[in-house]
C-alpha cells in the first residue's frame, strides 16, 4: 500500500510495553529499558504529527504499578518528573498541546504544580494534542466521574435524567478529546491493562511483537497499514 494513499488515523493510543524485558536482553537494569522508552517516545511524537496523526495518548504509569519494586517506581517517577518540568521547550518549539490524565492528586506536590505550568503553557497550541496517563486507571476514571456527576446532582446543577454519553463524556479526563481510532499495544502482550475502557469501545486493536524501546517511524506505518486494512464499525455500519 503506497504511503500517500493512506487513511491516518485521527487519534492513537499506545501502551508502551516491553522496556523491561528490552533491558533485560541487554543485560542492563529494567530502568535502562523505561529510559530509552521515554527518548523513543519524544521521537514517535514527533513521527505521529508528521504522518498526520492529531492526538497520541500513551499509558506513562498505571494506577497498578505503584506495587512495582520501590526502586522501579522511583526511577519511573524520576523519569516523569524530569520530563513534566523539561517538556515545556521542547513542546513549545513542537507546537504540543499536552493533557495529563488520571488522579493527579495522588502525584507529589512538585509534579502536580509541573503539570499545571505545562497545561498551562501549552494550552494554546494547535499541533499534536499529546496526553500522558499517570496514575492512570481506566475504572479508576470512572468512579472519579460517577463521583463528580453524584455531586453536581446533589448540588442541583444537573438532574438525573440528564446524564447520556455525551454528558457523562464531559466528566472524563478525556473531555473534548475524541475517542482512539487506533489502539497499539508493542511487545506481544494482549491485554487493555485498564487503559482509556470507555473510550475504546469502537477502536481498532493492532499487537505487534515489536518491544516498545526498538519502535520507530516503519513500525509506526506498519499499525497504520494494519489500521488501513481493517474495515471500521460502529454498530453494524461499515
Ligand atoms: C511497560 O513496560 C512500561 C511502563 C510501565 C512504563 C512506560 C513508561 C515510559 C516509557 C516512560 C514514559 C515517559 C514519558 C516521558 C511520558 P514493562 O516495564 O512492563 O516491560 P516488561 O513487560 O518487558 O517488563
Known amino acids: 500500500m503506497e504511503e500517500k494513499n493512506m487513511n491516518i488515523p485521527n487519534h492513537v493510543a499506545i501502551i508502551l510495553d516491553g522496556n523491561g524485558r528490552w533491558a533485560k536482553k541487554r543485560k542492563m537494569p529494567r530502568n535502562y529499558g523505561h529510559t530509552q522508552g521515554s527518548k523513543v517516545l519524544e521521537k514517535i511524537c514527533e513521527e505521529a ?26 526511577a519511573l517517577m524520576k523519569l516523569l518528573r524530569n520530563y513534566l518540568s523539561t517538556s515545556i521547550k521542547t513542546s513549545m518549539k513542537n507546537n504540543m498541546k499536552v493533557r495529563i490524565i488520571g488522579d493527579k492528586s495522588a502525584l507529589p506536590e512538585d509534579m502536580q504544580e509541573s503539570i499545571r505550568k505545562l497545561e498551562e503553557a501549552t494550552v494554546n497550541n494547535s499541533g499534536l494534542h499529546f496526553q500522558v496517563a499517570i496514575n492512570y486507571g481506566g475504572r479508576d476514571e470512572i468512579i472519579r466521574a460517577v463521583k463528580a456527576i453524584s455531586q453536581d446532582i446533589k448540588m442541583n446543577k444537573m438532574d438525573i435524567n440528564d446524564i447520556d454519553v455525551t454528558v457523562f463524556e464531559r466528566y472524563l479526563d478525556t473531555a473534548d478529546i475524541p475517542d482512539p481510532d487506533l489502539l497499539i499495544r508493542t511487545s506481544g502482550e494482549v491485554r487493555l491493562s485498564n487503559f482509556l475502557l470507555w473510550q475504546l469501545a469502537y477502536t481498532e486493536f493492532y499487537f505487534p511483537e515489536v518491544l516498545w524501546p526498538d519502535f520507530n517511524k516503519e513500525e509506526l506505518w506498519k499499525a497504520v497499514e494494519y489500521y488501513n486494512g481493517r474495515k471500521r464499525k460502529f454498530g453494524g455500519v461499515s
Do not use: Q
Open 49 to 74: 504529527y508528521k504522518i498526520g496523526i492529531k492526538y497520541l495518548t500513551v499509558y506513562a504509569f498505571s494506577t497498578e504499578n505503584w506495587i512495582r519494586p520501590k526502586e522501579e517506581v522511583d
